[in-house]
């Protein structure tokens, strides 16, 4: 019987208060955050962590001293094993971008497991050079540096795939029926973590992915009706992000004496931007500017139809070569050339 490693990445959290500011600096300090020279950056990454630190701080003492992202992660690994377990020797490993466990620290793991293929699967469903491309950058290169030469299939996107939708959907329709009232006083807002609008400029595919992820749960919902948009939070800095911003959409909403209902949907796990901005700050603001309520749309977590469908895209993967769409399309140069994204765009 055939050994699979499965690999969940996603960005990873400071699991306590002193490790938020050298987390902070591993995030600033990736070539894909701040596209800098190599020392200007470093320089950059000390400045802005050091000065991010005592807000960051704040923010991670509210929800219990460090980010839940590794337990709720280590949640969906499980629920992807038990998945898993009944059709082939599967393992699932863990690793984090920006801390621990670090990709080498997953790699060690997967060697002493000896598998004869790796499947890598983003919890990004949408593709973004500053996420997935960043985490595989790290891959490769802690893997040109033990000399690990494995048969490795890298899904690369699952902004439509099924399952995932479904999930968000059935979230949703729970929160409609939860906010009450009638529906011409709620508003809808899909929000997804920010980008630099520079680089969508440049060719990220994030926000076409992320408008075929809520055209998609859209259809699933034949709702046609529904007041919506599409807006973005968690912008960092002086420079332009992908608009709307959540917080402003959020107040325009309020003034309107509407009940607000925030759908993430580019986080599959519950985190600091989730529990605090969405759970704490958007909703003061909603209140403060005369909203009729707020609800939360919880994320699709350790869901069982969501894991349901992470363990096809897997079993799919496997039979795949190079980078692997949900779409079922295969790619040799990354997701920027993907002929799904074309189809998305």
């Known amino acids: 019987m055939r050994r699979i490693a499965v690999i969940l990445y996603n960005l990873g959290g400071p699991d306590k208060l002193e490790a938020v500011q050298p987390f902070l600096f591993n ?3 990736d070539p894909l955050i701040l596209r800098q020279a190599a020392p200007i950056r470093w320089v950059l990454a000390k400045i802005i962590s050091s000065r991010r ?3 960051a701080k704040e923010i991670y003492s509210k929800i219990g001293g460090g980010s839940p992202i590794l337990t709720e992660t280590e949640k969906q690994a499980k629920a992807l094993s038990l998945a898993l377990g009944q059709e082939g020797s599967y ?4 690793a984090m971008r920006y801390w621990h466990p670090f990709a080498e620290e997953c790699l060690k793991e997967v060697i002493d497991y000896n598998p004869e293929q790796v499947i890598l699967v983003p ?4 593709f973004s050079t500053t996420t997935t491309e960043s985490f595989l950058r790290v891959w490769r290169g802690v893997v040109e540096k033990k000399g690990f030469d494995v048969s490795t299939t890298m899904i690369c996107c699952y902004p439509r795939q099924d399952e995932f939708i479904k999930t968000i959907s059935g979230l949703l329709q729970t929160s409609l029926q939860n906010a009450g009232g009638p529906p011409n006083k709620l508003k809808i807002l899909f929000s997804a973590h920010g980008l630099p609008k520079k680089f969508v400029v440049d060719g990220d595919p994030y926000e076409s992915h992320v408008n075929a992820t809520v055209n998609a749960i859209l259809q699933d919902l034949d709702m046609p009706d529904l007041d919506h948009t599409v807006c973005y939070q968690s912008r960092v800095g002086p420079i332009e992000w992908l608009r709307p911003y959540t917080d402003e959409v959020i107040i325009r909403a309020a003034r309107k004496g509407q009940t ?3 759908v993430p949907v580019a986080f599959v796990s519950e985190h600091s931007e989730t529990l605090v901005e969405l759970d704490i700050e958007y909703r003061d603001l909603a209140m403060k500017h005369g909203a009729a309520g707020y609800v939360r749309t919880p994320t699709v977590g350790a869901n069982t ?3 349901t469908g992470i363990a096809q895209m897997v079993r799919e993967a496997v039979q795949a070569r190079g980078a692997f769409c949900s779409g079922g399309l295969v790619c040799d140069r990354g997701c920027p050339a993907c002929p799904i994204n074309q189809a998305i765009t």
């Not at 919890?123 to 949408?126: D, G, H, I, S, T």
């Open 27 to 29: 995030l600033f300090n």
């Open 53 to 55: 630190t005592p807000v």
């Open 91 to 94: 393992r699932v490993f863990i």
């Open 123 to 126: 919890l990004y469903p949408q």
């Open 260 to 262: 607000i209902i925030v």
């Open 305 to 307: 139809l969501f894991i």
